[in-house]
């Protein structure tokens, strides 16, 4: 049987196409957020929240906002995360302007927007950090807690997300609160139902043993 520990190392164009797919997602998800004016948790909530409140698009605060994460990055999680972070971070910040002017909508419900949007940036995250990337921000902390100490990502990132919303009462409309932390709620149970050490692995080397099991 496979061991459960064995670290599989993905290969650089598996890295570059999960990069490209988890930020387009992620970039989606803003973007229905951004057309209901929505906010969510983490540097891309602080980010939003400053888009509504100041002259800055989201772009360049998103950007500029997680600058600061890079060292703990390199110091902590290696010189290959902090550069697909640095990545990522870098092509979110440029596909929410595009996918503004990519796609309108004539009709979003905010309730399924929340949901959707929730769910996609979820997603998004999800493929980042099983790439061994992020969006910066609480990511790289919620990654190197997880990879350290076994504290879930999608726990962690939740409380951080839910001490953030609560900033948005000061910005936002209490209905667009209540939506923006149902929405901060769907997104982190995303990444903490699937993004457990070991649970695919796990699957792997079982359904692998039991398809091909070894000659006595």
Do not use: C
Request: charged share 10%.
């Amino acid at each position: 049987m496979i061991d459960q520990k064995e670290d599989v190392q993905h290969k650089w164009n598996e890295d570059v196409i999960a990069i490209v797919t988890g930020t387009l997602l992620v970039a989606f998800g803003v973007t229905m957020y951004k057309h209901t004016t929505l906010a969510t948790g983490g540097i891309n909530g602080l980010a939003l929240l400053l888009n509504y409140a100041t002259p800055f698009g989201f772009g360049l605060l998103f950007f500029a906002l997680n600058l600061p994460f890079y060292i703990l990055a390199w110091v902590r999680l290696g010189p290959a995360f902090t550069i697909k972070t640095f990545a990522a971070v870098a092509l979110v910040s440029a596909l929410v302007p595009a996918t503004s002017n990519w796609v309108s909508f004539t009709e979003l419900n905010p309730y399924f927007g929340t949901v959707i949007g929730g769910i996609l940036m979820g997603t998004g995250l999800l493929i980042l950090f099983r790439h061994k990337s992020g969006l910066g921000g609480v990511n790289i902390l919620a990654v190197f807690l997880q990879e350290r100490f076994g504290i879930r990502a999608g726990y962690l990132q939740m409380g951080v997300d839910i001490a953030i919303l609560i900033g948005a009462f000061f910005v936002l409309p209490f209905d667009k609160v209540l939506l923006s932390i149902g929405g901060a709620i769907v997104l982190n149970m995303v990444i903490a139902m699937n993004f457990r050490p070991g649970r695919y692995v796990g699957f792997s080397g079982a359904f692998i043993a039991n398809k091909h099991p070894r000659k006595k």
